[in-house]
């Protein structure tokens, strides 16, 4: 076998994507140079910010058409032109949407030994946890007993959010889409409360969830959520912007109508993004890793199987049909 | 002599305040008890925020129609009951726009005895100058060889951040209105440029004022300004959100059309009120005046001469009319 598949970048959607917007294609498999190592894909990330990056956002990894898609993945090494590396070695990194991959040894990171599945590696044990740890320690200032809401809680970053608060001991209330994922938001994950923003009217139920006033509000989604909790917060509150899967296939420039309570109540609002704190996620994954070891955090995952399916898997994250992380198993 | 004059707030304003939203009474002088003084006020001190009190904002002092109005002021104490404070001794406090005011001895400030004139206490040496020192160094992270951009550059908060940026080795631009007040910032200021905002194209002139970008926008007046900073920023950009006096007299709540920017590169926007960060208050006044009496800050003030001028001097502070500090001389 010389050729597998790789996923094209093919042009950019307006609005949700569509299946046409990828471009699936045979290539020859790459072949390792001194100091590389070649990994057969396990399993393809899917993350929220690649929908920014199909729309060129340079911050998230612009593309042009005919570009591979972009993508962490996990794998095993199965050549190895690197001292540190050898056949049989887990591998995550950026891989793009490709079958196998040929990665620098130099800075690449291997996996543990006792992690199970690979795709953890990528979830509650890789980026979208770190991302959570990084976003309320570094700009949430997390503090024993604050009051601590997340949005798309029941998603990969989100759940992971709720989790890591209530370790700190703070009390934690999700906002989810529906009765099932609020269900698993409470039941499974151990949130305090969940609240189900497809019902009813969101800024009274928050008010009715969060009587004693929200501390830290991490923002997965934008939009009118954001908005919302904003009318509920403490003085002195933080709101990392992790995310805003409300806005990314909207065609609109976001808007925030109530930035006035950024002054009346001294609020912190700060995007940020793990890409530029590498330091500080590699720091929240030792502290992931021991308390996963510890049984203290619970994960689920949305597997789509079959390489052929990554599209149709960012789709379904994007529509919010996913339970945690959602991953491609490629093999 | 038992009576003396006070202003009361009469009227929620619609829009900018006009004259008869205040209400100039003769009343009976205070009298000390145990424990207090007894201060003649020589300055009031004028401030954008007094018009976010004026609405009923809880965080900015709030008023009901009949009570004195709000405001800082310094003045010589003309009778003590307390053991740290002699007649003749010039203190700084909130006073209410009242011509003598009584106040608790304890934990009241005593002014230095060269600190002259007076006015310079609520000004340069005083809230609006520690206000600057505190939102840059707080929330704006000030590092030499930043670039700092300000709004309302010529008022008492602007000019002072500028002059702070600069002694801490900052390139600063400032953003005011006309030819004259941006004269002034570059010529007694000392800021590097100044961009009249009332000529042109705002965004095309600040793009060409920082071509490196803005590493801190100090915001004092939101609305259109700060929405055309945010399109100026570099990644990790910190935006002090310390006033919005273009948006005080407004009558639909503010927008922010570019909220994407926050997330993209990793923007802090945060609102502050040094009312809540006295500690940190008193350290920026102590290096203030180390500063000051380095003859490193320069002032410049609006005197408004008479207790009666008071409303006349909010208004002309609220339409710009001021540079640097906006005081009412009171003797």
């Known amino acids: 076998m010389t050729t597998h598949r790789e996923f094209q970048f093919a042009k950019v959607p307006s609005g949700m994507p569509t299946e046409d917007c ?3 294609v045979e290539a020859a498999i790459p072949q390792a140079g001194e100091g590389e190592v070649l990994v057969k894909t396990h399993f393809l990330s899917i993350d929220p910010y690649m929908r920014r990056a199909m729309s060129g956002s340079k911050a998230y990894g612009q593309m042009r058409p005919g570009s591979v898609m972009i993508g962490r993945g996990t794998g095993i090494v199965i050549e190895s032109r690197h001292a540190n ?19 620098k040894g130099d800075g690449l990171r291997k996996l543990v030994s006792d992690l199970q599945p690979l795709s953890l590696s990528v979830g509650v044990l890789g ?15 997390i503090q024993e007993g604050l009051t601590v809401v997340v949005s798309a809680a ?22 989810a889409g529906g009765p099932a994922k609020c269900r698993h938001v409470i039941d499974d994950l151990g949130f305090d409360d969940c609240i189900d923003y497809k019902v009813g009217n969101l800024s009274q139920a928050l008010g009715e969830a969060v009587p004693e006033g929200i501390d830290i509000y991490y923002d997965n989604v934008g939009g009118e959520t954001l908005e919302v909790a904003l009318d509920h917060v403490n003085d002195e509150a933080r709101v990392p912007i992790c995310g805003q899967i409300s806005r990314y296939n909207a065609t609109e420039p976001a808007v925030l109508r ?12 700060q995007g940020f993004r793990i890409g530029s704190r590498l330091a500080r996620r590699d720091e929240a ?23 052929e399916t990554a599209p149709a898997a960012l789709i379904n994250m994007l529509t919010g049909g996913n339970y945690g992380k959602q991953v491609v198993q490629v093999v």
């Open 22 to 24: 990828f471009k699936l």
């Open 127 to 141: 980026q979208s946890a770190a991302t959570a740890w990084v976003g309320l320690h570094d700009v949430g200032d």
């Open 154 to 175: 029941a998603g990969a970053v989100g759940s992971a959010v709720g989790q890591i608060a209530r370790i700190k001991g703070c009390r934690v209330v999700g906002i």
């Open 285 to 307: 994954l030792e502290q992931l890793l021991d308390w996963w070891r510890a049984d203290k955090l619970k994960y689920r995952e949305t597997v789509s199987v079959g390489f």
């Open 258 to 269: 109530n930035v006035e309570v950024l002054l009346d109540k001294g609020v912190r609002l």
């Open 85 to 103: 590396f050898k056949e049989g070695d887990a591998v995550q990194s950026e891989f793009g949407w490709r079958e196998h991959v040929v990665l």
